[in-house]
């Protein structure tokens, strides 16, 4: 799909949200227009005070830690504090709010950016601002109620998983699937936007004429752990290709699942549209034994020339995709100047023209935005997919 079609429909609006999308088999799924934002940028000053940012480890979220590292690159520890919550986010939430609380008490610390903002963000920025409520939160997609973490973050931005539902739904037509399969576990789709994403993409399989498949796989945060659910990845799929065939697409909810689910593909000559996160750097080099030196890292176009190499050796040129760039690296560089920016009182966090703009100059790579349910500080973005 061309990225300049997507352009005029961009996000679903609250009045689809409000009414839920359409039942399957009826009616059609609306999506409609609201007004472009027109990029801005400006001097935001230096970083004269502390930054915290509290990312997963390389296991759970390793673009949003890579994204950390490449702001400690430009600044240095001494201005931006790196912190981890755990890879069983779901029963040590203590330990995130733990984590928090150690950066929020350094009275230097004036802004604090949450990516991915796991379960347990909540109860943290809750406990933060009784103690301290000059802190700034900026949040990179959330996991917790939506309309709750709207009114607790100062920013919110988020991937939009609603019009990705359209989208990828799109591109796996055009890629040639007639069947989508679609691994979820019950958490996720506890969260309003990914189940209504889950929905839509039912929707629009069903009218364009593709199986959708709802398959269960574990939860990485389970008794099995990050192994057992990359396991049962590897013996699902050649499963499910022997089912439905090659022309089958795969997409999973969960970012512990994107490597093993992209080499399964590939091995398998199956369709990948694109990650969870879409991302370059997101699960592709390890499933593809591609060594990020440095002479490329951080030259997206190199890394996805890389993939797109290992990928044709294998006779599937065209049938694999992704961004341009880690939107969520790119939320990261751009929270950080967008923080500078509120502490120094020269933009608010309800700029849509500024928060555009920053997020097109840190990715360098075109970006639409909207809010979600209208709450003008909670942003769903979205950008190009490129196929492999």
Sequence with gaps: MNFKTILPLLIITSLFLACGPAPSGGGDVVIPEYPPVTAKTIDVGDLDFKIGILTGTVSQGEDEYRGAERVIARYGTENIIHKTYPDNFMTEQETTVTQLMEMARDPEVKAIIIAQAVPGTLPAIKKARRERDDLIFILVAPQEDPEQIAKNADLVLQTDDLMRGKTIIEQAKEMGAKTFVHYTFPRHMSMEILSRRRDIMRDLCKRNGIEFVDANAPDPTGDQGIAGAQKFILEDVPRLITEYGKDTAFFSTNCAMQEPLIRASLDGGAIFVEQCCPSPTHGYPGALGISIDEEIAGDMAKIREQIGKKIAEKGQAGRFGTWKVSMHIVMIEAAVELAKGKVHGKLELTDHAMIKGFLEKC??????????????????????????
């Design 363 to 388: 990715g360098n790579v075109k970006v639409e935005l909207g809010p979600f349910n209208e709450h003008e500080n909670f942003l769903m973005v979205i950008s190009e997919n490129v196929p492999l």
